[in-house]
């Protein structure tokens, strides 16, 4: 290993022309904006600075803990707050750099770091030292005179210690630390067997007649996909969205429908190398154990101790509220698609690689749309300057696009964003097409967050926004659906969250998991607006605006199709509650019995796989989402309600509105309550009828029976 890496450094030495080559991440970044010099970094980089981040850290710590000053907010909890500074500016960069562009190297120094790392974490969190001089201020935080911004990180603080295991006794804080290096071991685990079962698969193509259906830009990026990888002449589809998905919404051909439609939901469920069912016992196992270590009888309370839902019991009060309305609707649906199978001389039951197939077939026959017809008005640049022109109407900003900018792989781009008084807020990347390094889904991120240096100075964000767009063939322009659209300008509305935030402490800069996709999901109600249309919606080859007839049709045809979608959504929501409210864990649990079981006898139709299965479902047993799928729909309620402001002002570019948004949604970051500030923006709670009639659910008799009080 010491010789190893002597030999890398030797190797970087002449590659300087003998001079002595500096870690980029323990100097500040000479680079615009100070962003990071990717580019530059190599992987003993990362491994030197988590090292000497982790070392700086303890020793800040220890600097804290040995004072003989009288604990007081300033020495303790600003010092501790503060603390970190090149561990968090090292684990930034490699989590956003180890999602959109990673490899072996970085995988394997992932695993490597992430039990010092978890141990790291836990010798500060368990240090008794410190914790009794955060204990002494929080006590007599009457006396410090602190704002509200300096009493919510105490309060977060103090409350972050206990929930980390400072109150436990020596015995049980040694097994807390066995349990939270095994889950964070298990969570890279399943993330890195997800990815490499997304990209085993390939369905390759060589008889041109099995390309029926299929539309020609699907077809041409199949064509690219096989070029690459020296299949010249033929044509390759994977297991990334852009490309599973349109080929079972298209391809007339069922058989290869039904061989893509299995190796999709069946990824990590292949009893391979990379098979994750013992991996999710394990963790669901370590998971609990921990809850009841900490006091709570399970996984679930733990985690929703800290949001806005607060306990299992209102998460499923929603969930199930909707479960009905959304499986009537999906029905319907399922009729439909039968009447299709007929229309064409068949007799066989639908299965799940025929949904999407004939349901685009019965779209068409009910709304004479294609969601072809919508595409080439959606050239990606289009609705990236559309999503532009949204923020300018509603908050006075623009975007400059930069040249010449590090960037975090060679296709993204970079843009300044710039306040409407002239200011910079920050610098935001877009990093849109897959590949194999890059894992899937649609996010946005961070290189650096928006924070105050030690002398007062505002530090500027750096946002990243990430997605798994349809590729398009070399030469041609990226022609993105309506879904692809609604992402867009969904994870914009979280770069506009990491933009506008203005806070002074890191402790505080989090908003819950539940009220976190209210800033992105606001932001897709505008997507389709037809005003919004007008302006982005232009032919790609003619420049010609989206013709008023279609725009009718979409508008029509909008509600359509939610059955399906909610339904699949509220089912993985749903598997992710009933996995982490378990009291106890079979040593035999079969994952793939108890999903069947759980979502079978609440009357899931078998065409709809949950849209995340239990072996590929990264959101909960990857970590950040776990015991919180349901976040998307709980914040959906607030957004929902949200825009009815806008709708109810006859203006959907209300500036007043918008700057209430912006003052009491987008800035203070974690300082209020989340409910608080939902309040304090609405001037009144959420009511759950906008996001009925925003899916087409309102109108069920699972609902007007409600509505009549039966």
């Given at each position: 290993?010491v ?10 030495f ?6 002595e ?8 970044f000479?680079?615009?904006y100070?962003v990071?010099?990717?580019d530059?970094?190599?992987i ?21 803990v040995?004072?003989r000053?009288v ?8 010092a501790y707050?503060?603390s970190?500074?090149?561990?968090k ?5 490699f989590?956003?750099?180890?999602s959109c562009?990673?490899?072996?190297e970085?995988?394997?120094l992932?695993k490597?770091m992430?039990?010092l790392?978890?141990?790291?974490r836990?010798d ?5 030292r ?6 002494e201020v ?5 006396k410090?005179?602190?704002n509200?911004?300096q009493s919510k990180l ?7 210690f206990?929930r ?7 015995a049980?804080?040694k ?31 060589e ?9 020609d ?16 002449g ?8 852009p ?10 051909n069922?058989?290869?429908?039904e ?11 292949n ?6 069912k ?17 006091g ?10 800290t ?11 929603l969930l ?6 959304a499986?009537?609707?999906a029905?319907e649906?399922?009729a ?9 001389g ?5 299965e799940?690689?025929?949904?999407r ?9 009910k709304?004479?749309i294609?969601e ?8 990606l ?11 300018k109407r509603?908050?006075?900003i623009t ?10 792989h ?12 002239g200011?910079?807020l920050?610098?935001?990347y ?22 105050y240096?030690?002398?007062g100075?505002?530090?500027l964000p750096?946002v990243?926004i ?16 309506p879904?692809e ?7 914009f ?10 806070v ?11 009220f ?9 109600h505008?997507t ?5 249309l007008?302006?982005y919606?232009k032919?790609?080859?003619t ?21 399906f979608?909610?339904?699949e ?5 749903l598997?992710d ?7 106890s864990?079979?040593?035999?649990l079969?994952?793939?019995d108890?999903e069947?079981k759980?979502?079978g ?16 479902f990264?959101h909960?047993?990857g ?5 919180g799928?349901?976040s ?7 957004d929902c309600?949200?825009?009815?402001a806008?709708t109810?002002s ?7 509105i ?12 974690g ?14 709670n ?12 309102d ?12």
């Open positions: 290993m010789s190893a890496l002597l030999s890398s450094s030797i190797a970087v002449a590659q300087t022309g003998g001079q080559r500096v870690n980029p991440f323990l100097t500040e000479n680079t615009p100070g990071p010099p990717f530059q970094i190599t003993q980089d990362y491994r030197e600075a988590y090292l000497k981040g982790m070392e700086e850290q303890k020793k800040e710590i220890d600097a804290i040995n004072q000053s604990p007081d907010f300033e020495n303790t909890i600003e707050d503060r970190g500074q090149l561990l500016r090292v684990s930034i960069v989590g956003g750099q180890n562009n990673t490899n072996a970085m995988q394997a992932s490597e992430a039990p790392l978890s141990a790291h836990d500060i969190s368990m240090n008794p410190l914790f009794a001089r955060i204990k929080y006590d007599n935080r009457d410090f005179n602190l509200k911004e105490l309060e977060e603080t103090y409350k972050s206990e980390n295991g400072a109150n436990l006794n020596e049980d804080q097994k807390l630390r066995e349990l939270n290096q095994k889950i964070s071991m298990l969570q890279i685990t399943f993330g890195q067997n997800m990815l490499k079962e997304t990209n085993a698969f390939k369905l390759v193509i008889d041109k007649k099995d390309l029926s259906g299929l539309p830009n699907l077809i041409a990026a199949a064509a690219e996909t096989a070029k690459n990888l020296g299949m010249e033929k044509w390759v589809f994977t297991l990334q969205n490309s599973v998905m349109p080929f079972l919404q298209y391809a007339d069922r058989a290869l429908r061989r893509i439609f299995k190796a999709y939901i069946n990824r990590g469920n009893n391979n190398e990379q098979d994750n013992a991996l999710i016992r394990d963790l669901l196992t370590a998971r609990l154990e921990k809850a009841k270590l900490m709570y009888k399970d996984y679930a309370s733990l985690v929703l101790d949001r806005m839902a607060k306990n299992e019991e209102n998460v499923y009060n199930d509220q909707l479960w009905e309305p499986i009537e609707k029905k649906e399922l439909d698609i039968k009447a299709e199978i007929k229309k064409e068949e007799n066989f039951e639908p799940g690689w025929d949904w197939y004939y349901f685009e077939k019965a779209k068409k026959a709304f004479n294609d072809n017809e919508i595409r080439p008005y959606l050239e640049n289009n609705v990236r300057d559309g999503a532009f022109y949204m923020a509603l908050y006075g975007f400059r696009k930069l040249e010449y900018m590090p960037l975090p060679p296709e993204a781009q970079a843009f300044e964003c710039i306040d409407k008084d200011t910079s920050g610098i935001i877009f990093d849109f097409f897959p590949r194999e390094s890059k894992r899937g889904g649609a996010w946005c991120g961070s290189y650096r967050p928006q924070s240096d030690k002398n100075n505002k530090v750096i990243t990430v997605c798994n767009f349809t590729k398009p063939a070399a030469g041609e322009p990226a022609l993105l659906s879904d659209a609604t992402t867009l300008f969904h994870e509305g979280h770069g506009l969250h990491g933009l506008f935030k203005n002074h402490y890191s402790g505080v800069s989090g908003v819950p998991r539940d976190v996709e209210l800033p992105s999901q606001i932001n897709e505008w389709f607006e037809p005003e919004m007008k302006v919606a032919h790609y080859k420049g010609e605006v989206i013709p008023q007839e279609l725009i009718e049709k979409l508008d029509k045809s909008g509600k359509y199709g939610q059955g979608a909610t339904v959504y509220l089912a993985a929501s598997l509650m009933d996995f982490h409210t378990l009291k864990i079979p040593k035999n079969n994952v793939m108890f069947n759980v979502l006898k609440r009357g899931i139709l078998k065409q709809i796989p949950s849209r995340y299965r239990s072996t590929y990264n909960t047993m970590g950040g989402y776990t015991a799928y349901y998307y729909i709980w914040a959906e309620v607030l309600d949200a825009f009815g806008y109810e006859g203006d959907i570019f209300n500036q007043d918008a700057d209430k948004f912006r003052k009491y949604i987008l800035t203070p970051g300082i209020d309550d989340a409910m608080d500030m939902y309040i304090n923006f609405r001037g009144k959420p009511d759950i009828k906008w996001l009925l009639k925003k899916r087409g659910l109108q069920t008799p699972a609902i007007e029976e409600k509505k009549g009080g039966k």
